[in-house]
């Protein structure tokens, strides 16, 4: 026979079961029982610890998960969080050189690279006319073999013929952008906002769809103020803060 864990209290307490396994697993993350990184036995080995089913179980730890103390990544389980890499936003904006100045290691994965009539949003933010199109790029970012975020940009095909294959053989966007000649780009705006990812952004950042992501719109310009360049980033909220600089 299964006995229950002791630290939960008994049956008939008013204190739902989900809520005394979290208030368990917690105890033993703050007492340093489990640390940064540590993976959480899974949902069979703590039903059994517990005595309960695994939906129990599972309510427990998305509880955990909604408040910040573990993360679920998708087919690997679920982790003790980790304190997020800081990501300066300002008019010089550069990721690269952001996780550089933090000492970690990045790279970009490319996922997709395509020429595309532009979205109304897109062809507004880019200054385009009827009929003109863009290169859409697609990719991830990768923090200490960590995806961090899921990236869409946006350029102008008129100027920037051939920038799929250009980016392919990079991969980063000032590298891009340099081998057309523009050298320097400034942030014109961003916009931040919460929201619940897609299916294809939540499997590339290894997340729930119920697990909301920062998303950022953001334009670059040139140093004569044309713009070159529009992306939609959805961050993995659990890995990235976001500071603004007042720059901007």
Same mark, same amino acid.
């Given at each position: 026979?299964?006995? %229950?864990?002791?630290?939960?209290?008994?049956?008939?307490?008013?204190?739902? +079961?989900?809520? !005394?396994?979290?208030?368990?697993?917690?105890?033993?993350?703050?007492?340093?029982?489990?640390?940064?990184?540590?993976?959480? %036995?899974?949902? !069979?080995?703590?039903?059994?610890?517990?005595?309960?089913?695994?939906?129990?179980?599972?309510?427990?730890?998305?509880? +955990?998960?909604?408040?910040?103390?573990?993360?679920?990544?998708?087919?690997?389980? /679920?982790?003790?969080?980790?304190?997020?890499?800081?990501?300066?936003?300002?008019?010089? &904006?550069?990721?690269?050189?952001?996780?550089?100045? +933090?000492?970690?290691? /990045?790279?970009?994965?490319? +996922?997709?690279?395509?020429?595309?009539?532009?979205?109304?949003?897109?062809?507004?933010?880019?200054?385009?006319?009827?009929?003109?199109?863009?290169?859409?790029?697609?990719?991830?970012?990768?923090?200490?073999?960590? &995806?961090?975020?899921?990236?869409?940009?946006?350029?102008?095909?008129?100027?920037? %013929?051939?920038?799929?294959?250009?980016?392919?053989?990079?991969?980063?966007?000032?590298? &891009?952008?340099?081998?057309?000649?523009?050298?320097?780009?400034?942030?014109?705006? &961003?916009?931040?906002?919460?929201?619940? %990812?897609?299916?294809?952004?939540?499997?590339?950042?290894? !997340?729930?769809?119920?697990?909301?992501?920062?998303?950022?719109? /953001?334009?670059?310009?040139?140093?004569?103020? !044309?713009?070159?360049?529009?992306?939609?980033?959805?961050?993995?909220?659990?890995?990235?803060?976001?500071?603004?600089?007042?720059?901007?």
């Amino acid at each position: 026979m299964t006995m %229950p864990d002791p630290a939960l209290t008994p049956r008939d307490s008013a204190l739902p +079961l989900w809520q !005394q396994i979290e208030q368990a697993l917690l105890r033993q993350i703050r007492e340093r029982q489990l640390v940064e990184g540590d993976a959480l %036995p899974s949902a !069979q080995v703590l039903a059994k610890r517990f005595a309960v089913n695994r939906h129990t179980v599972r309510r427990a730890i998305e509880a +955990l998960e909604e408040r910040g103390y573990v993360r679920t990544e998708t087919g690997r389980g /679920s982790f003790v969080q980790e304190h997020p890499y800081h990501y300066p936003i300002s008019r010089r &904006t550069r990721f690269g050189r952001a996780m550089h100045d +933090l000492n970690v290691e /990045s790279h970009y994965t490319l +996922l997709d690279t395509r020429v595309q009539v532009p979205s109304r949003q897109v062809a507004r933010a880019l200054g385009l006319i009827a009929g003109e199109r863009v290169h859409r790029v697609v990719y991830s970012s990768q923090v200490e073999g960590r &995806t961090v975020d899921h990236s869409e940009a946006y350029f102008p095909a008129t100027r920037f %013929p051939g920038l799929g294959e250009v980016f392919a053989r990079t991969p980063s966007v000032t590298r &891009t952008l340099a081998a057309f000649g523009v050298t320097d780009y400034l942030r014109r705006h &961003t916009t931040v906002m919460a929201r619940l %990812p897609d299916a294809e952004v939540a499997r590339v950042l290894g !997340q729930s769809t119920r697990r909301p992501v920062l998303c950022v719109h /953001s334009l670059n310009v040139d140093p004569q103020g !044309q713009p070159v360049q529009f992306g939609i980033t959805s961050f993995a909220g659990d890995w990235v803060q976001l500071m603004v600089s007042s720059d901007l």
